[in-house]
């Protein structure tokens, strides 16, 4: 596995030579807006007329022109639904646009303050792997955000229950998912000033594009850097590390055991050294992406190369033995 298990002292280095693509930063006015949302926003700008204050750039509607959207939040529009409401696609009238629409329960989990910090951060945050943030509305008390449709749902849509006609994730479009999700988490750790630390990672937050183009989505957990304050790293695979006779237990059996054997394994030392205890012993996001960019380039062809069985998995070949 070689250079997937180096981790540590090169985080200086690192982030000096990272490429800084000019379009992947975020304004200069930024870290003044985005520090407002961590400090002095108050109720009153929160409940505005408009809906937020004088900093957010989205475009605001009405909620008459997104229940239109909707045809009235029918039945028949809903793409899905949970802790923080539900989601809609609708048809905006004024653009012929589709687009995805989330309607906050009043009642619910994400309130004011998360509402106007999602505005804020897609509003001023723009890369190819975060969702796109068209507008919000703020009418009363109903609160909703539109974003890009995208149309193949999310990860978690792919992953869970799949419905015996759906097609299940290969291995590639696995690698790619991985390595683009990484990528919008290395825009914001790295290259958004101040960084912002996303805090919500899963599958359900990962929404896919044409081409399985993946998007990482709902920032209303999101806050400001130093991206050393990663205060939580799941904690339930670390078992499975510490032994490989368990290794291909954590290979989806969806797969059907077509996977690359030195790709699984080359995936399972990122993925170990990303939940290392130590948050200083974790890789670099930088790092993450080069690795999961790697494998995403290895294509696996099931047609030429084993499909792996119970009986067929085993240590791979080191170097020594190549």
Not at 127 to 153: K, S, T
Not at 234 to 254: E, G, H, I, N, V
């Amino acid at each position: 596995m070689g250079w997937f298990l180096c981790a540590g002292d090169s985080s200086k280095n690192a982030k000096k030579k990272l490429n800084r693509n000019p379009d992947d930063q975020i304004p200069s006015k930024a870290p003044e807006k985005l520090k407002k949302v961590n400090s002095t926003l108050d109720v009153k700008k929160e409940t505005s007329k408009d809906g937020g204050s004088d900093h957010i750039a989205a475009h605001t509607f009405t909620f008459r022109e997104l229940a239109a959207a909707t045809k009235n939040f029918r039945a028949d529009c809903l793409l899905g639904e949970g802790g923080f409401g539900r989601v809609y696609k609708g048809r905006l009238d004024s653009t012929n646009q589709v687009v995805a629409i989330k309607q906050l329960d009043r009642n619910g989990l994400q309130g004011n303050r998360e509402f106007l910090v999602e505005v804020l951060m897609l509003s001023l945050l723009h890369h190819p792997n975060l969702v796109n943030l068209i507008g919000y509305c703020a009418d009363g008390d109903q609160r909703l955000l539109v974003y890009e449709y995208m149309p193949l749902g999310s990860l978690e849509d792919h992953l869970q229950e799949l419905p015996p006609d759906k097609k299940q994730l290969d291995w590639n479009t696995r690698m790619k998912i991985a390595a683009g999700a990484a990528k919008g988490l290395e825009y914001l750790h790295d290259k958004a000033s101040p960084p912002v630390i996303y805090r919500d990672l899963k599958c359900s937050n990962i929404l896919l594009g044409e081409g399985y183009h993946p998007k990482l989505s709902d920032f209303g957990l999101a806050k400001l850097g130093p991206v050393g304050d990663k205060t939580h790293v799941s904690t339930r695979a670390r078992p499975l590390f510490k032994d490989r006779r368990k290794f291909a237990q954590m290979a989806d059996p969806m797969l059907q055991g077509q996977y690359p054997v030195r790709g699984l394994y080359q995936a399972l030392a990122v993925a170990a050294m990303c939940v290392q205890e130590q948050p200083n012993m974790r890789p670099l996001i930088a790092d993450v992406v080069t690795a999961l960019s790697y494998l995403a380039c290895q294509k696996y062809d099931p047609e030429t190369q084993p499909v792996q069985t119970s009986r067929s998995f085993s240590t791979p070949r080191t170097r020594r033995d190549q």
